[in-house]
């Protein structure tokens, strides 16, 4: 009588331990899993409107020629070192490192191309009903040694025992063994996507294939060795040789990238490089081509960043002579009439930026919003409000541009509309307890049904679940 409930207590306690075992095992080595977890964490997220534009240059044909033009693929950079890019939902993340360590643009397009293949593909909800199967197979492998482990215990026989251990491990190196097999699977077939993307362009392949001669040589120089069984992606050498005939089978197989393509990638690369990675790196880029338009780029960031306002002012004037129509070269003369305390001049040289981006990206604008406000006059203000607005229309989750809003907003009265704006700032910041407050303290003077007072009521509202969006 006392065996029965021994064994039902047994196998509860291992089925649950196996179910929490192969979740982390499995998370551990699916590479989305450890996405979504990341951008939930937050992620370290890198905003500039010269990159960002750049990169959805690079990614608009590719993801046209993938079917997701009209898919609302959001392009996030991470402020990350490493060569890396992964997908989440609808989210496309690019390490700033992997932008710096590419040496042209069709590296990137290879890259973008890649995880378009994933995206295309719906390898990411595939992979979830990977991930269900493994985790079955886990557990009912685990309850299948468990009840060999009791039925050992209870007639004292240990080879039965051990042989219920054994099954119970075995079952998890199964189910591990499956997704990463299955994930390889889907990388060969995002490798062999992009492909077809990047011919559908008429772009190289080329890029990819440098890609994963890189990563090859980076497994080369530290002298590890890998179980090919036990990764979740191909092999490099296998990826290239898998890539190689098609490639080279290409008829864009010698295209190369515009040279003005090639020039603002050089100059997105130097710019990294100045504000996160140091002098020395910039100067290991300017090495190359000392008088090129991107080292003269990379020389008045370093000396704004670095040394005199003075003097990176008639660098940037002099970059502006050669290219007035490029609206990042007055973003940087509005960042250093900023810090030298000129806010009249730097909202006109941020004014001239806006006027002069193609892509209307709303971070511009909040620049020139917050230009304006340090102004301090009223009617300054008031159009800082409008200018803010405008970023927030073509940015909706930028939350630093929502507290600029309430402090706009505060300075000129208007509570209510202060209140809202700064629980929309708490709400993109992922601070839902405070943005319900600011939430509730901006119905309280707002009329009942209006457009402001229904938006707050959606912050009130929202639970996990229902995610505003």
Same mark, same amino acid.
């Given at each position: ?16 331990? /196996?179910? $929490?075992? !192969? ?5 551990? %080595?699916?590479?989305?899993?450890? *996405?979504? #977890? &990341? +951008? ?24 046209? /020629?993938? $079917?997701? !033009? ?5 392009? %996030?950079?991470?402020?990350?070192? *490493?060569? #890396? &890019? +992964? ?28 995880? !378009? ?45 051990? !042989? ?306």
């Amino acid at each position: 009588m006392l065996s029965r409930p021994r064994t039902m207590i047994a196998r509860s306690k291992i089925a649950r331990a /196996a179910c $929490g075992f !192969a979740t982390l095992l499995l998370a551990a %080595v699916v590479a989305v899993s450890a *996405s979504v #977890n &990341a +951008f939930a964490q937050g992620v370290p997220v890198v905003r500039d409107a010269e990159i960002e534009a750049l990169v959805r240059d690079y990614a608009r044909p590719i993801f046209k /020629a993938a $079917g997701l !033009a009209n898919d609302g693929i959001d392009i %996030v950079l991470v402020n990350d070192q *490493s060569f #890396n &890019a +992964f997908v989440t939902g609808r989210r496309l993340f690019i390490n700033t490192g992997a932008l710096v360590a590419a040496e042209t643009p069709n590296e990137i397009i290879g890259v973008i191309a890649h995880e !378009a293949g994933h995206i295309a593909g719906g390898h990411q909800q595939k992979l979830r009903d990977q991930l269900d199967r493994a985790k079955t197979m886990a557990i009912i492998a685990t309850l299948l040694g468990a009840g060999a482990m009791v039925a050992g215990a209870t007639t004292n026989s240990r080879g039965l025992a051990g !042989a219920g251990m054994g099954v119970a491990a075995g079952g998890g190196e199964m189910a591990q063994r499956s997704i990463l097999a299955y994930q390889r699977g889907e990388e060969i077939t995002a490798d062999r996507s992009a492909i077809t993307y990047l011919n559908a362009t008429g772009q190289s392949g080329m890029g990819m294939l440098k890609t994963f001669g890189r990563f090859q040589s980076a497994l080369s120089l530290s002298g590890t060795q890998l179980d090919p069984y036990r990764i979740s992606h191909p092999m490099p050498q296998e990826r290239i040789a898998n890539l190689e005939a098609l490639v080279k089978a290409s008829p864009y197989v010698d295209n190369v990238d515009p040279p003005t393509l090639q020039q603002r990638h050089d100059m997105m690369r130097i710019k990294i490089a100045a504000y996160m990675q140091g002098q020395a790196a910039v100067s290991r880029l300017m090495r190359k081509n000392p008088t090129s338009l991107a080292s003269r780029y990379g020389d008045a960031q370093q000396t704004y960043l670095y040394g005199n306002p003075g003097a990176a002012l008639t660098k940037t004037a002099a970059l502006i002579k050669e290219q007035p129509k490029n609206p990042y070269f007055q973003e940087l003369r509005g960042d250093i009439l900023m810090k030298v305390n000129k806010p009249k001049d730097a909202a006109d040289a941020y004014a001239k930026a806006v006027s002069l981006d193609p892509a209307r990206s709303g971070l511009l604008m909040v620049s020139l919003g917050q230009a304006l406000m340090a102004v301090g006059t009223p009617d300054s203000v008031k159009k800082a409000v409008t200018q803010l607005n405008n970023g927030i229309g073509r940015d909706k989750e930028n939350a630093e541009a929502y507290r600029y809003l309430a402090q706009a907003y505060g300075e000129l009265g208007q509570i209510p509309a202060a209140d809202l704006a700064t629980a929309e700032g708490h709400y993109y910041s992922a601070d839902y307890k405070n943005a319900k407050i600011f939430a509730m303290r901006a119905q309280q003077k707002l009329k009942r049904g209006e457009p402001g007072w229904l938006r707050a009521q959606d912050i009130i509202n929202y639970t996990p679940s229902n995610k505003l969006k």
